[in-house]
């Protein structure tokens, strides 16, 4: 799984490291490993010179070697979660990063210190959902390479586009800033809704029916919600996790928007015992 990024190695980074992984991210577009050759007439630095900085870059885990067919090397996730970061830093959208608060399948989450708190959503788009993102969106290119760190910067693009659209009127994290795969948003201080004790469950079910309400007439169905994806503070509940929103002109979004409500439903029926009818409901929020 995902190393932790360090924010030393990012501060520290040779202005020659930067250049190699800066080199490689624009090579991997269309190589998915960039021979030897190439990198070393892109950059132009001396063998030694290169073979050096990429045996550190290689050490923190920011490039992998490949020998065979020929000498190759790619830029993996904290070699590109570097270059975002150093990016989000110049733009002083993130002074200092903090504690990381999720491992999730999709991402990993890091609290940040920006004007206010904030969080940084790494994405990191699985081979698996790669593929099936493939199929059932069909918003990634079918036939060019496409590497999982371009993957996940259209998943990232995807996740900012959903919450500039549904803020203010929809309660989510406000978006803040996104570059490459990394999606800036203001922090929800509380806990997820499956962890909650909620002392006003029906109020708060109807709270998030009228956010699930709200998007939909807005054109969006979250399409991956549960009581994982709902984060409650101070009595209020915020919607999150959008990369696999679909538009409601979607051939499969009433039924992928049936089993978010659904999801809800029975959430709230097992641990609090409110009882809802699926189809009222689903009347309710696409009315
Ligand atoms: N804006 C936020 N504020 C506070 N915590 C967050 C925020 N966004 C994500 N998290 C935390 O990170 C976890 C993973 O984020 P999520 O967007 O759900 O991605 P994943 O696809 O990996 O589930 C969440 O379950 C939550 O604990
Ligand atoms: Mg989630």
Redesign the pocket.
């Known amino acids: 799984m995902a190393m932790p990024i360090s924010a030393d190695q990012v501060r520290s980074l040779h202005p020659y490291e930067l250049r190699i992984l800066h080199t490689l991210e624009h090579l991997m577009k269309r190589y998915e490993w960039v021979p030897l050759d190439l990198l070393k007439s892109s950059t132009s630095f001396s063998e030694g010179e290169l073979a050096y900085r990429l045996s550190r870059l290689i050490k923190w885990d920011m490039v992998r070697y490949r020998k065979v067919p020929y000498e190759g090397y790619a830029l993996i996730f904290n070699g590109f979660d570097t270059l975002a970061l150093r990016t989000l830093s110049e733009r002083d959208t993130v002074k200092a990063l903090g504690s990381l608060?999720?491992i999730?399948?999709?991402?990993v989450?890091y609290e940040g210190l920006g004007l206010t708190s904030v969080?940084l959503?790494f994405h990191r788009v699985g081979q698996r959902s790669f593929q099936s993102a493939r199929i059932t969106r069909g918003y990634l290119p079918e036939e060019r390479h496409m590497p999982r760190i371009f993957a996940s910067v259209l998943s990232a693009e995807r996740e900012y586009l959903a919450l500039q659209t549904l803020h203010p009127q929809v309660q989510v994290?406000l978006p803040i800033d996104r570059n490459r795969h990394v999606v800036v948003?203001?922090?929800?201080h509380g806990v997820?809704l499956n962890r909650a004790d909620l002392l006003n469950p029906r109020e708060t079910l109807d709270e998030i029916l009228e956010n699930i309400h709200q998007s939909f007439s807005l054109g969006i169905v979250h399409a991956d919600l549960s009581e994982?994806?709902v984060?409650m503070e101070d009595g209020s509940s915020y919607l999150?996790?959008w990369p696999q929103w679909v538009e409601t002109s979607h051939p499969n979004a009433e039924a992928l928007l049936r089993r978010d409500v659904n999801n809800l439903l029975s959430f709230f029926q097992k641990k609090y015992t409110i009882e809802r009818s699926l189809e009222e409901t689903m009347g309710a929020v696409t009315g």
């Open positions: 608060i999720g999730g399948k999709e991402s989450v969080v959503k994290p948003m203001s922090l929800i997820s994982f994806n984060l999150i996790d």
